[in-house]
């Protein structure tokens, strides 16, 4: 599966933005969705992840509360709805995909497929 990532941009500290991830090739269906960030000098995190059908969802403790993943399948897209940004979410973000959801577990090394990634900017 091919993977593009966009809607990222300039945002002020307390907005919002809302990322999106747009599939081609095999339906996004068959894959959970896993949204990783990579802020300048750091490694690249995990932000949250979702199951095939978006039932099950898991998000790290920096953005529990305030991001939620969500996906439409018959688009073929998933999405990383982001709320309350803080200037420490400023990152490049990337969606991914794998074959089979991990929860808690999720590591980088499960997905497969990744986007091209987009950049979010929080001023303070």
């Known amino acids: 599966v091919q993977l593009q990532a966009y809607g990222g941009g300039l945002v002020q500290a307390g907005g919002s933005l809302r990322l999106s991830c747009q599939a081609s090739?095999?339906?996004?269906?068959?894959?959970?969705i896993g949204w990783f960030r990579q802020a300048p000098g750091k490694e690249r995190e995990l932000v949250g992840a979702?199951?095939?059908?978006?039932?099950?969802?898991y998000y790290s403790e920096s953005v529990k509360g305030r991001f939620t993943i969500s996906r439409d399948n018959a688009k073929n897209t998933g999405y990383l709805q982001m709320n309350s940004l803080k200037p420490e979410d400023t990152a490049v973000y990337y969606c991914?995909?794998?074959?089979?959801?991990?929860?808690?577990?999720?590591?980088?090394?499960?997905?497969?497929?990744w986007g091209q990634g987009t950049q979010v900017t929080v001023s303070s």
């Open positions: 991914a995909a794998s074959s089979f959801y991990s929860g808690r577990n999720t590591k980088e090394r499960d997905f497969g497929s």
């Open positions: 090739g095999p339906p996004l269906g068959y894959y959970a």
């Open positions: 979702a199951n095939s059908d978006g039932e099950y969802t």
